[in-house]
């Protein structure tokens, strides 16, 4: 991704595409001091934008360092970037990190950096899932337990697992893997939030070790306007046999039906592709968010 024309704000400023390095001594490259967020940019305009600011900024607090920027800096940052480069449908990539001022585990002293990126990025599982669903395994790891990791905040320390994961899965074939947490109850995907439909109602495991996703609350709020009833509670393995739909949500993912999770199997149903195309008239402005 470093070799290509284009813009990325960096530290304030727009700065070349191939120029926007990091020295090999940054904190966050040894210690993962780092946060990051993904949002997508529909027709010039970035959906929640303030939502996935606000998120950045609360990520780097949880990890104990504080951004120099506001949050309507980040948000004018990240429109400067659309811009710059000309794009209209993009992904958006801000991170923030500790530099290399300071070596060792304790880097009071190290300068926190903000940067920017945004790129053209279609289907995040392809275009095939959308119509055939995900085909998932297992993970082999598991979300920590809140006592562990810094679980609220989108710190890239937290995807070691999830790299790791849909590493293994992949080369067996799979698209994705579906993680448990570390009691065993189901969690979420690699990148993305689950739901479930089962009798017309919608289920979703209670994000107390994972990300509460933006696109996981707008996705209940949608469902909600449709009369459908949202169940937010814990989730056991034994419960996937009984129930008929399964997708996974997030700003990459959008909404993309499961056809397949471990030994279960799913169908791509109405209510998903309901959900999914009011997910998309929604971040496209053809339906109010209220
Ligand atoms: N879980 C994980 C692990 C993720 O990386 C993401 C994507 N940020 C999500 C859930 C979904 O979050 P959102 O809907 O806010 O993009």
Not at 150 to 172: D, F, N, W
Not at 212 to 227: C, E, K, P, Y
Request: proline share 4%; aromatic share 12%; hydrophobic share 40%.
């Amino acid at each position: 991704y470093d070799d290509r024309d284009g813009w990325i704000w960096l530290d304030g400023k727009l700065v070349p595409w191939r120029e926007a390095n990091v020295h090999v001594l940054t904190h966050a490259l040894h210690y993962a001091s780092s946060v990051f967020e993904g949002q997508r940019a529909y027709g010039g305009e970035i959906f929640e934008l303030t939502k996935h600011s606000e998120r950045l900024k609360k990520s780097g607090e949880i990890l104990g360092f504080e951004i120099p920027y506001s949050v309507a800096q980040i948000d004018e940052a990240c429109r400067e970037v659309l811009r710059a480069n000309d794009l209209q449908d993009a992904y958006v990539r801000p991170v923030a990190w500790r530099g290399s001022e300071q070596m060792g585990v304790s880097a009071q002293r190290s300068k926190i950096h903000l940067a920017v990126a945004a790129w053209y990025w279609g289907a995040y599982f392809g275009e095939e899932a959308i119509k055939k669903g995900l085909n998932l395994a297992i993970s082999p790891w598991r979300r920590p337990a809140p006592y562990t990791a810094p679980v609220q905040s989108k710190a890239s320390g937290l995807y070691m697992i999830c790299t790791m994961a849909r590493h293994e899965v992949q080369a067996k074939g799979y698209d994705d893997a579906l993680m448990f947490d570390w009691r065993g109850q189901v969690a979420e995907g690699t990148g993305a939030n689950a739901f479930f439909i089962k009798d017309g109602k919608l289920y979703t495991p209670t994000p107390d070790c994972f990300l509460n996703g933006i696109t996981r609350q707008t996705v209940m709020n949608l469902a909600r306007r449709r009369g459908i009833e949202v169940i937010e509670r814990a989730i056991w393995p034994d419960e996937l046999e009984s129930f008929e739909q399964f997708f996974l949500t997030g700003s990459a993912a959008e909404v993309t039906p499961v056809r397949a999770a471990g030994p279960w199997n799913f169908e791509v149903g109405d209510l998903t592709m309901q959900l999914r195309k009011d997910y998309l008239d929604l971040v496209n402005r053809r339906i109010s968010n209220s």
